[in-house]
């Protein structure tokens, strides 16, 4: 797909210490409180279903699948589920950590994006092979938030509640300022949730969202047919219909995933029992995750 480089330290992303976790617990010490709507969206167990659609989404820009998935070898899936363990500590701790915790953790992640770059070693939708990338780029930097950001609330729209415009709209701030850790300027994000649902449409519709090979064989053996136990199959089946479901039609069709009327009937079916009477009867300590329980008071 293309030509990587990294200059400074080999291999320094992977073998450099992992950031400091949020002590399994919400820090009182955040860039974020507890009523912070990035803080209770995330909380959900529910949510966590989010990623495999963040995932395809993000590959499916062939620049950000370059910057983000060919820096890492992708054939080999112990170092890709390293990776992404990686990228969940960082934000985990980016969410729910210590304040000094989070702007530690975002210089480091900013200092290895700025040492990978590459270019394209074939087509790929409208950028012809020998196109330049960086993994610091604004625009690849965007999408591969956007992506987070848009999969984790159709997922709690659909089996959690649907968010309020107005928590909507402050779920998006609070990721703008993670936006800011990561590397990106005010300037370089939509500045309100009606401008962020704009691009998200507009990046769809246009031809910078394809689905290239590699990143169609990627996807298919990382996120929706990895090995797994023959026990885990049914859940990971599951799993896949509800991402098949809730992806933009394009992006699905971009994967090979068919459109079913009857699979996405029976996700619309599941979601409304999700929403409606499994949620609502949940504890806290069964409905949210370890990290969007308080810290207990020593």
């Given amino acids: 797909m293309s030509t990587t480089t990294r200059t400074g330290p080999a291999a320094e992303d ?4 992992r950031p400091t976790m949020a002590a399994r617990h919400a820090s009182p010490d955040g860039l974020f409180d507890d009523h912070a709507m990035i803080r209770r969206v995330h909380r959900e167990r529910l949510v966590m279903l989010h990623g495999p659609r963040t995932l395809l989404l993000q590959a499916s820009h062939p620049l950000a699948f370059a910057g983000f998935w060919s820096s890492t070898e992708v054939r080999d899936l112990s170092l890709v589920h390293a990776r992404l363990q990686r990228t969940a500590e960082a934000m985990a701790t980016a969410v729910f950590g210590r ?18 770059s590459g270019t394209l070693a074939s087509d790929a939708g409208p ?41 909507r709209a402050a779920f998006w ?21 009606a401008a962020f649902d704009d691009y ?13 090979p590699d990143a169609r064989d990627a996807g298919r053996r990382i996120v929706l047919r990895p090995p797994l136990p023959l026990k885990l199959r049914p859940a990971l089946e599951l799993v896949n219909g509800l991402t098949a479901s809730l992806l933009p039609p394009k992006v699905r069709r971009g994967f090979g995933m068919r459109t079913l009327p009857g699979r996405d009937l ?10 409606n009477l499994l949620r609502p009867v949940l504890p806290p300590a069964l409905a949210w995750t370890p990290h969007g329980s308080p810290a207990p008071v020593r």
């Fill in 14 to 17: 992977r073998d450099a210490p």
């Fill in 99 to 116: 304040a000094e915790d989070a702007e530690r953790m975002g210089e480091r992640v900013r200092g290895i994006h700025a040492r990978i």
């Fill in 127 to 167: 950028w012809p092979a020998g196109t330049a990338w960086r993994a610091d780029d604004p625009e690849l930097l965007l999408w591969i938030l956007a992506a987070l950001v848009d999969s984790a609330m159709v997922v709690h729209d659909r089996l959690v509640r649907p968010l309020r415009p107005e928590e």
């Fill in 173 to 193: 701030r609070d990721y703008r300022r993670v936006g800011e850790l990561f590397g990106l300027r005010p300037g370089d994000m939509p500045g309100s949730i």
């Fill in 200 to 212: 998200v449409a507009e990046m769809i519709a246009s031809d910078r969202i394809v689905v290239v």
């Fill in 266 to 275: 029976a996700v619309a079916v599941a979601g409304a029992w999700s929403r």
